[in-house]
């Protein structure tokens, strides 16, 4: 199975502590900067662990600003507005 991809806002100052937590589950999720910016990551996910992931973003997301975006066009409207 392909792996999942999740396109995530998080504040700029929050940017790290996500990346942390997430090496600290190692082999769970790849974290990647699509623009630092804007503060636009990319997580991908292998299918396994994406319930694991969903939650730990939804308890994380109580903790730190962070928004997933959902489709491009959502995307290029957040990119003129964050």
Excluded: H, W
């Excluded at 700029?12 to 190692?26: H, R, T, V």
């Excluded at 790849?30 to 910016?37: A, G, I, N, Q």
């Amino acid at each position: 199975m392909a792996p999942v991809r999740r396109c995530l806002l998080v504040r700029g100052s929050d940017q790290a502590y996500l990346k942390f937590i997430l090496e600290a589950y190692e082999g769970m999720a790849t974290l990647s900067c699509r623009d630092s910016r804007l503060g636009l990551l990319e997580l991908t996910i292998p299918p396994p662990f994406l319930a694991d992931i969903e939650k730990l973003l939804a308890e994380l997301s109580r903790v730190i600003v962070l928004r997933e975006i959902i489709d491009r066009a959502e995307d290029a409207i957040l990119e003129e507005n964050y």
